[in-house]
């Protein structure tokens, strides 16, 4: 997360009843932010975007994850400012030999923020009620990350979603939840730490299940309880209190019946400024205390004004991708290997990355286990690829090369200037560029999915430390974005996914690498330590490579 993915993104629109909260003008923030002993008492933090729902198992985007993230929890998480995988919900947790079973010691004493017992029966609940989804709740677009994790429902609606690998929760005691899938996964423990199957209150559930997701055509309507704070309700240290689409804030307020180490500021608002300009304004003024995505050529200049501008590990990838079925030249070897020579991928590295970026050799970053220096490599040669692309009979090649505006993300913060230098790479090896910009989202998103651009920029970081996470995300089966079939390439992605022993697995990953980047279906042009910053007063939170950042650990100096 962690971010917008590709997977299943649709245009959504909120409830009728819900677009809009109707509320004043003035931001949480002047509603005073001093608290009982003088200090502040509210934090302020800026995203590029909106969240799309309060609701985490509807959402697929990062944006909306920063913010449930603070209010719901799940049965695994990720230690502070790290990728290792420690207890949430669950103090501890195991599998069977065939990883088909997975059993979790819960943690006692939690409440829910209605008030509710946090135990097995409600694990239970909420794994069932995802697993019971019917009608548009089906939709890839809407159960996006329950499909990848556990397949398909109860009962399938449509012939192309997945089988169901969910198979059973029991809740052998109170304390004690058990787990059945029907074969075992590459995504799991892994997906147990996700944002998406975090846990709600089963009463809040009971009230879910009165309402439906409405779809006409590519518009998605979420229910009204998604766009409302009255429902929901989790185990986090911060819970709801408004959601003022008016002013582009989501505010929350901490829970004091929280049962780890409360939140250091009572008032947390998130904002969404989709400029990198505008957020760093806002910093400057004091009108946040800290944004996300700062520009690269900003860092040292807040650095110098005494701003605090930590940066995450890398865990992203940003790549060139082909659709082979949009231009048939992409379906010879030499053109996707000429394209490949003539990037000068690290001139982007040095120009548009912060420090710490890399050029990425396959498509996961060097951090995931999996990564391995046995793939064929593909260095700048403008020579090299005019000579593979005259062999190929492609030396008047043509190109539709999409870019996104209107957006920075983690893996590539401004991609009209990363257009621009590949675009000059491109047409230096003789090759006839046509610049396709569009809006991120729907009409991006929307249009790589679909398979409806030549080349295109994207990218993903990483839900959790495991190489399929990564190539499993692309080249596990047929995608329309990438447009070719390969069983070959199919096969050694899946290979991994299959493996129950650790080190079995990063091998399989290992040889899947290879096979790829033999193959060559896209470009993997880097990867990339995005910075975020916090105001001169803040002591911020542990930053997460994950960009899974704890806002209770936020304080004030």
């Given amino acids: 997360m962690r971010i917008l993915k590709s997977r299943g993104m649709r245009m959504a629109t909120a409830a009728v009843a819900a677009t809009l909260v109707v509320t004043a003008c003035g931001s949480d923030r002047d509603k005073g932010d001093e608290g009982k002993d003088g200090g502040k008492d509210t934090f302020v933090f800026a995203g590029a975007g909106d969240p799309t729902s309060l609701d985490p198992a509807l959402a697929s985007d990062g944006e909306t994850f920063r913010v449930t993230r603070q209010v719901f929890e799940a049965l695994i998480e990720h230690e502070s400012g790290g990728s290792k995988m420690v207890g949430g919900l669950a103090e501890t947790w195991s599998s069977n030999d065939d990883g088909t079973v997975w059993t979790f010691n819960l943690r006692k004493d939690v409440k829910f923020h209605d008030g509710e017992t946090f135990n097995a029966d409600a694990v239970c609940a909420n794994y069932d009620h995802w697993f019971n989804w019917k009608g548009s709740y089906q939709s890839s677009a809407v159960s996006t990350y329950w499909q990848y994790i556990m397949g398909g429902f109860a009962k399938n609606e449509d ?66 309880y998604s766009q409302e704070v009255g429902l929901l309700a989790g185990t986090g240290p911060y819970k709801y209190k408004k959601w003022n689409k008016g002013n582009k804030e989501v505010a929350l307020e901490a829970f004091d019946g929280y049962w780890g180490d409360k939140a250091k500021v009572k008032n947390l608002v998130f904002r969404t400024i989709d400029t990198e300009q505008g957020r760093r304004q806002a910093l400057e003024g004091g009108d946040i205390d800290g944004y996300d995505l700062v520009a690269p ?24 991708g082909y659709t082979q079925e949009k231009n048939k030249a992409l379906e010879k070897p030499e053109v996707r290997q000429a394209i490949a020579h ?15 970026g890399k050029v990425a050799t396959q498509f996961m970053p060097d951090t995931i286990a999996g990564h391995t220096d046995k793939v064929k490599k593909y260095e700048f ?3 090299k690829a005019k000579s593979l692309l005259k062999d190929a009979g492609e030396s008047g090649l043509k190109l539709d090369f999409c870019y996104p505006t209107e957006v920075t993300r983690p893996y590539m913060p401004n991609p009209q200037n990363i257009f621009e230098l590949l675009k000059a790479d491109l ?30 920029l994207l990218g993903w ?73 916090f105001g001169k007063d803040v002591v911020p939170p542990n930053v997460s490579p994950l960009t899974q950042e704890n806002f209770s650990e936020v304080s004030f100096k």
């Fill in 159 to 224: 012939k192309e979603t997945p089988k169901a690998n969910y198979k059973s929760c029991t809740a052998k005691d109170e304390n004690t939840a058990v787990i059945e899938v029907n074969e075992s996964s590459a995504q799991l423990p892994g997906g147990f730490s996700l944002q998406a199957l975090a846990i709600h209150s089963p009463k809040s559930i009971k009230e879910y299940e009165k309402q439906a997701v409405k779809e006409a055509g590519d518009a998605i309507t979420y229910p009204k």
């Fill in 297 to 320: 050529a900003d860092v040292k200049a807040l650095e110098e004004k005494g701003f605090n501008v930590p940066t995450r590990d890398v865990f992203n990838l940003l790549y060139l």
């Fill in 342 to 356: 003539a990037m000068n991928r690290e001139n982007i590295v040095n120009t548009q990355l912060p420090e710490g």
């Fill in 381 to 383: 040669d403008t020579a």
């Fill in 427 to 456: 047409e230096a090896a003789g090759v006839k560029v046509t610049p396709k910009p569009m809006k991120w989202s729907p009409d991006y998103l929307d249009t790589v999915e679909n398979g409806g651009c030549a080349v295109y």
């Fill in 461 to 533: 970081t990483g839900d959790f430390n495991d190489g399929y996470n990564f190539i499993g995300t692309w080249f596990s089966k047929y995608d329309s974005q990438w447009g070719f079939k390969n069983d070959k390439i199919f096969d050694a992605v899946n290979a991994g996914s299959k493996v129950g022993k650790a080190e079995d697995r990063v091998a399989a990953y290992e040889a899947a690498n290879v096979a790829i980047m033999d193959f060559l279906p896209g470009v993997p042009i880097s990867s990339s330590p995005p910075a975020i910053a």
